[in-house]
């Protein structure tokens, strides 16, 4: 048998078993928990993802999609975006003033810098993890952006409910965040979990409610002040 006929066969063998493969489609729960579980409504937002414990298991691909962070009414539009490892993210300035966009904690660290209304700057998030996103002129600006090597996510809606489609049968290693989450307590909820043409839920995730969130400082280390009239980030008429 020629080389070419065994690359074709293995390639049709391949498709064959990647066709025949069988999916389930996930869903999870948010419960927030403890004494200040009343007072607390985030439910929304919780992100959960699967990562396949075998590296030769096939991953279905990330829909092609414009991915966007845009600056409007001192603010990110959307606050929470799920990217694919690799992407470049638009970062638009829709203000009718300056903006200067940074991240200097986990995942992707970058200062774009100043740029004003009407531009835009990208950013390429070229590994996996979180990168808490600020504005060095407006403290009340923040966002968030996730960079995943896997396609199998979720993020709860304001029910608490989370729905993951189209998962392999497999292996996988489950991860949660949270944004007022701890990092010790996002931790407890890694664990590995067996998809089968049987499985349908990932159970009740009980999440501690947290205490309020301390403000960020500026990308100097510092405390954020008023801008001044004379300053990029001062809002003209």
């Known amino acids: 048998m020629s080389q070419s006929v065994q690359r074709l066969l ?22 927030i928990t403890g004494e200040k579980a009343a007072q607390s409504s985030r439910m929304q937002n919780v992100v959960v993802w699967l990562s396949p414990v075998d590296s030769h298991a096939s991953v279905t691909p990330f ?24 992407a470049v993210v638009e970062f638009p300035n829709r203000d009718p003033f300056f903006h200067n966009v940074f991240s200097l904690f986990e995942g992707k660290r970058f200062d774009l810098g100043l740029y004003e209304a009407g531009t835009t700057r990208d950013v390429s998030f070229d590994r996996p993890g979180v990168s808490y996103i600020f504005c060095n002129i407006h403290a009340e600006m923040s966002a968030v952006v996730i960079a995943l090597d896997t396609p199998y996510f979720g993020i709860s809606n304001r029910s608490g409910e ?32 067996n998809v089968t043409p049987a499985t349908s839920t990932l159970g009740v995730l009980q999440i501690p409610a947290s205490v309020a969130v301390s403000a960020h400082k500026n990308k100097y280390g510092m405390d954020y002040e008023p801008p001044a009239p004379n300053t990029p980030g001062y809002e003209r008429p």
Do not use: N
């Not at 293995?10 to 064959?16: D, F, H, N």
């Open 162 to 193: 989370i729905v993951i489609p189209q998962v392999p049968t497999g292996r996988y290693i489950m991860k949660l965040w949270y944004e007022a989450g701890l990092p010790a307590t996002l931790d407890t909820f890694t664990r590995e979990v």
């Open 63 to 86: 829909p092609p999609r414009r991915l966007r962070l845009t600056q409007h009414h001192k603010s990110f539009e959307p606050h929470l975006l799920i990217v694919p490892v690799g």
């Open 10 to 31: 293995a390639i049709v063998l391949l498709t064959c078993a990647s066709a025949g493969a069988e999916e389930s489609t996930l869903t999870a729960r948010v419960q």
